[in-house]
């Protein structure tokens, strides 16, 4: 109640220190303000939001500035044989009269050229305890929607799912969108996100929860498996943390890793990295 009359005053407002800790109270207590203190509210956030944002940005373009080391000489493997290369470095060899191409030299490629995932669902948990992880997330979402051919899905859940994505370039709307706190249906949430794939093994799976399923765990975990075996890319991560600690379901972080899947925890640039890997 005195955050909101501080916001009501747009000169004690401006001596306010944007932080997580003042963007979680504003997003719980958003929906008590209205005219010059909401005005305040979304300049805060935005302030907040814009700081993280550049950090992000930079992490991001280090995550994926590494360049090819051209002195390796490419991996001398059938996939990566070039036909058309070789033909025509060989064509002095053709002996007419057996009518054939003697070929004493091979080239390949570099490197096998791959599908590169282009679709990014990230299923974000909104409940109360992942306020930090909310915010990073719809940080990083909107950057990675700025990459060429990347196509960014956002959902958000607790016991309700909310589609995020025709605001995940703009961060700020997205969480003032958010209701954050109650329970978590983290299946009911996956099973929304599965609509969104069309093909498989160019989707990246982002799922950011700390795992403890407002139902039974069995059928979450079948069905982030059958996901998995699908052909997409399926990260868990369970905490993005610029602070504090968030506890993770030891029965989900035991059979995750027990599938080659482990949940990804700490800060956020293990994520990035992971995401750069799969997108660039």
């Known amino acids: 109640m005195q955050l909101r009359e501080v916001l009501k005053d747009s000169a004690l407002a401006a001596k306010l220190t944007p932080s997580m800790a003042l963007v979680e109270q504003i997003l719980i207590d ?30 991001v373009v280090k995550a994926s500035s590494g360049k090819v080391e051209r002195s390796l000489p490419p991996k001398r493997v059938f996939r990566n044989l070039d036909l058309k290369k070789t033909v025509w470095k060989n064509l002095t060899n053709w002996d007419p009269k057996e009518r054939r191409l003697m070929v004493d030299r091979l080239f390949y490629r570099r490197a096998s050229q791959k599908d590169l995932p282009t679709r990014m669902i990230v299923v974000v948990d909104q409940s109360g305890s992942m306020v930090d992880a909310m915010v990073q997330s719809t940080i990083l979402a909107s950057i990675f929607a700025g990459l060429p051919r990347v196509d960014v899905h956002l959902f958000a ?4 799912i909310v589609d995020l994505t025709p605001w995940v370039n703009d961060p700020l709307e997205v969480l003032l969108r958010t209701n954050l706190g109650g329970g978590t249906l983290i299946n009911m949430a996956l099973m929304e996100a599965e609509k969104k794939i069309v093909e498989p093994k160019n989707t990246v799976v982002v799922l950011i929860s700390d795992f403890y399923e407002g139902g039974p765990d069995q059928p979450l975990f079948d069905r982030i498996k059958a996901i998995r075996d699908s052909g997409v890319h399926f990260v868990p991560v369970g905490a993005l943390m610029s ?20 949940i990804l925890a700490g800060k956020i640039d293990k994520l990035i990295k992971e995401l750069r890997y799969l997108l660039r």
Do not use: C
């Open 30 to 59: 958003k929906s008590n303000l209205s005219g010059e203190a909401l005005a305040n509210a979304r300049r805060l956030v935005r302030s907040y939001v814009d700081q993280v944002a550049e950090v992000m940005r930079i992490k």
């Open 157 to 160: 859940f607790d016991t309700q």
């Open 243 to 262: 602070g504090g600690h968030v506890s993770i379901n030891p029965w989900f972080a035991t059979r995750l890793k027990e599938i080659g899947t482990p």
